[in-house]
């Protein structure tokens, strides 16, 4: 099995009781609801990463921003028929933002548009594992 590593940074963003998700239309987590966020490009400091991928994922601008905590888990997967053991990596932001209409569409990427989600209504089968774990944390469990 090969291994790979994939570091990311990822945006919290709470508002209502409501959190901001994107459904993943590629990669390990398709058909997930997924965080905002997503790869470093070269030289990006991550706080330019987060800001950047918020912007591409969901259309809005990032009004503030605050470290909350970083992660990894480790998951298999199928990529191009090989099977992946992947340790994925990220660095979680609380994030507010300057408005509140999110992209609903396909980004042409790997998401399939994004919306606001109730934090009491999801399952941990809804969501990627990371987004599991955080949201635990957020809730103090």
């Not at 070269?42 to 470290?67: A, M, W």
Request: aromatic share 10%; net charge negative.
């Amino acid at each position: 099995m090969k291994e790979t590593r994939h570091l990311g940074v990822y945006g919290l963003i709470i508002k209502d009781n409501k959190i901001a998700l994107v459904l993943k239309s590629r990669g390990a987590y398709t058909g997930k609801l997924d965080l905002p966020g997503g790869s470093f490009e070269h030289g990006e400091r991550p706080e330019e990463t987060l800001k950047r991928e918020i912007k591409e994922e969901l259309n809005v601008d990032i009004k503030d921003y605050k470290l909350f905590d970083s992660e990894s888990i480790v998951v298999n997967w199928v990529h191009n028929d090989i099977e992946e053991n992947m340790h994925h990596i990220g660095i979680f932001y609380t994030v507010t933002l300057k408005g509140n209409n999110l992209k609903s569409d396909f980004d042409g990427y790997d998401s399939l548009g994004a919306n606001w989600y109730d934090i009491n209504k999801l399952k941990e089968s809804d969501v990627s594992p990371l987004v599991w774990i955080e949201l635990n944390k957020l809730k103090g469990e």
